[in-house]
Each structure stands twice: as structure tokens, then as C-alpha cells.
């Protein structure tokens, strides 16, 4: 093809056209494509260790998709709702008398005579208050959860499609990143290293943020039902989630931890917020200094929160997965650069040198 100014306009006009017409057909889906490609770094190296096996692209496709089904996706829909079903049941039984809230009113004032003191400065009265927590958790549950429970058929509509891109993606996968390699404005070694390190970073980033989340749900769920905590299963899923976040499931422990103090299980109370400094907190370090050992794939925790919170509000619920995968792609071109510079900066000062010594 001849390389003249018409051609590189029309060309140019084509991609824009078509990739306008592209992103209007495909933008319903384009979520769940980046999603399966995030699951697709994460995995390909165990989809390169099946395929060495069995000498087959398909099959390792096949295998590598049931694996990520079957392991991940199953047992979190099987928890999920087996914790709707749990929290739907304790709420449609735990309506409280009037009796029960004026008895729990008045064990609370006998037992903190210095929080009422303070309740009656600020005019707060805690009978509605404790009338107004309770109307909004049943009907949080009962317009929120429960319904919820009845999206399932879409839920699986949308995991078949989710499974399909999967079973595609997994053999395209190099095919795709070399076409981003020709096409990022950068020398192609650059762009390779771009690609590699972002790669990287994003596989021991997404590991390390499940995995450190799932240790601290599963160590607060169990801490919560040794003490009789109701619904742990909820809670457990809850603290799961909020430990995707970098302030981590203390959200919710804390607080559950202070409010047993309060209401007189102090006993109780502190062996939850031992439990949850202690243990909790350690076993979130070690798994993530264990899998972010090495190598430049730290991303500060405040970028983390900040990428975290503004991808739920850009791309909605999965926000929480896209925001830090974006920032580590911007962290990761930032690097370059600076490399980059700092490689500009020695050549320009050898060459500076050289002409000195020539002198």
C-alpha cells in the first residue's frame, strides 16, 4: 500500500467510523469483556500449563473457563445465596415488640447512665433511634436482598455469556496484546515492556486483593459465629466485601466490636477486636506482602482507595475490580516514562562527557 497523505486520512476516517459503530454495538457487553479479560491475565498461566499438557488451544480453553467456574464463581453464588436465604429468614422472624424495645432501651440506659446524659444533650431519643435502625434494615432486606435473589435466571444468562468470551478469549489472548503492541504509539520494546509489566502487575494485584479479602471474611465469619454474632454468614460476605477496600473489613468489626461493648457484652466485644487487630489485620499482611514480594507491583494504598471507590461510581458494582486495574496501567505508563527520562538524561550527560574528553 502506498504510504501518501490520502491514504493515511482514509484510513484514519475508517477506524474512527468503524470503531464508533463497534463500540455502539458492543458497549452493552463491554464490561463483561473486560472483566473476562482481567480473569484471562490472572489465569493464562494456567491455561499455558494445561495446554503444554494436552497440546490442545480448545480444550485448554475449555478446561481453564469450568476450572474458574467451578471454583470461583460456584462456591461465591452457592455463599451468596445461601446468605440471602439466612438473612431473609432471621429478618422475616426478628420483628420486635414494643415490649422488647423499651426493655432493651432501659437495660441500655441502667447499664450507660454517661450515653444517655450525652443522647438528652443532643436530643436524641434512643427509642426511635433504635425503631428507625430496625425499619431500615427489614426494609433494606426486603427491597434489596430478597429481591436480589429473584435476578438468578439473569444471573446465569449472564454467566453463559460471561463463559463464552472466557472460552474465546483464553487462545486470542497474545493475538490481542500484540495487536495493542502495534498500535500503542511506542517502539516496539517499549510497548512490550508496557505489556509485560502490566500484565504482571495486574495478575499478582487482582490475586492478592481476593485472596487477602477472602482471608479476612472467612476469619471474621468464624470469629462471628463462635460468638453467637446472628446471621455470620451475612456478615462474613459483607466484611469479604468491605476488605476489598483498603480500610478492610475492620468496617464492620469494629463497629460490631464496639456496639457488643456497649450493650454489656464486653467480654465478647473485646475478644472480637483482639481477634480482629490480631489476626484479622496479620493474616491480610501476609498474604499480600507473600504475593507482592519482589518486582514493581505495589500500588500505594491510597491510589488503591481512591481508583477503587471512583471505578464503582464510573463502571458501577465490578468498578471495584476495573479502578485499580486502570490505575495500575497509569502507574505502570508512569514508570516507563521515568525510566524513559532517566535513560534520556544518561545518554544526553555520556554524550556530554565524550565531547569533553575529546576536547
Known amino acids: 500500500m502506498r504510504l501518501t497523505k490520502d491514504n493515511k486520512i482514509g484510513t484514519m476516517v475508517l477506524l474512527v467510523f468503524f470503531a464508533v459503530i463497534m463500540y455502539i454495538t458492543m458497549k452493552a457487553y463491554l464490561g463483561m469483556f473486560f472483566l473476562a479479560l482481567i480473569v484471562v491475565i490472572v489465569m493464562y498461566p494456567f491455561y499455558k500449563w494445561i495446554q503444554k499438557k494436552i497440546k490442545s488451544k480448545a480444550w485448554s480453553s475449555i478446561i481453564a473457563s469450568f476450572v474458574f467456574l ?33 426493655e432493651a432501651v432501659t437495660q441500655f440506659e441502667q ?22 435502625a430496625m425499619h431500615m434494615l427489614n426494609s433494606f432486606f426486603s427491597n434489596i436482598v430478597v429481591p436480589f435473589s429473584t435476578s438468578v435466571v439473569m444471573f446465569f444468562v449472564d454467566l453463559t455469556f460471561f463463559m463464552l468470551i472466557l ?12 495487536v495493542l503492541v502495534e498500535v500503542i504509539p511506542l517502539d516496539s ?20 486483593v481476593f485472596l487477602a479479602a477472602m482471608t479476612q471474611g472467612i ?8 460468638l ?15 476488605a476489598l477496600l483498603p480500610l478492610g473489613s475492620g468496617l464492620v468489626w469494629v463497629p460490631v466490636g464496639l456496639f457488643l461493648i456497649l450493650t454489656g457484652n464486653i467480654v465478647d466485644g473485646i475478644i472480637l477486636l483482639l481477634w480482629g487487630m490480631i489476626v484479622i489485620s496479620s493474616a491480610d499482611n501476609v498474604v499480600r506482602g507473600w504475593l507482592l514480594k519482589g518486582g514493581k507491583t505495589q500500588i ?24 485499580p486495574v486502570i490505575a495500575a496501567g497509569f502507574l ?28
Open 167 to 178: 472460552i474465546y478469549l483464553f487462545p486470542d489472548k497474545k493475538t490481542f496484546f500484540n
Open 219 to 226: 476469619l471474621g465469619g468464624i470469629m462471628f459465629y463462635i
Open 70 to 102: 467451578l471454583v470461583i464463581i460456584v462456591p461465591f453464588a452457592i455463599f451468596i445465596m445461601y446468605t440471602i436465604n439466612e438473612t431473609s429468614e432471621y429478618f422475616a422472624t426478628s420483628e420486635i415488640t414494643q415490649e422488647e424495645k423499651m
Open 228 to 242: 453467637g454474632i446472628p446471621i455470620a454468614g451475612f456478615w462474613t460476605v459483607v466484611m469479604t466485601f468491605a
Open 111 to 132: 447499664n450507660h447512665p454517661e450515653i444517655v446524659v450525652f443522647l438528652d444533650t443532643v436530643q436524641i431519643d434512643p427509642n426511635q433511634t433504635l425503631s428507625s
Open 332 to 359: 505502570t505508563a508512569l514508570d516507563l516514562y521515568r525510566e524513559y527520562r532517566r535513560d534520556a538524561e544518561k545518554a544526553a550527560l555520556k554524550k556530554v562527557t565524550g565531547k569533553k574528553a575529546t576536547e
Open 300 to 323: 500505594p494504598e491510597i491510589i488503591t482507595f481512591i481508583s477503587a471507590l471512583g471505578g464503582i461510581v464510573a463502571f458501577g458494582f465490578f468498578g471495584f475490580i476495573y479502578g
Open 189 to 208: 520494546d517499549l510497548s512490550e515492556r508496557f505489556i509485560n509489566r502490566f500484565v504482571a502487575v495486574t495478575q499478582k494485584m487482582v490475586i492478592s
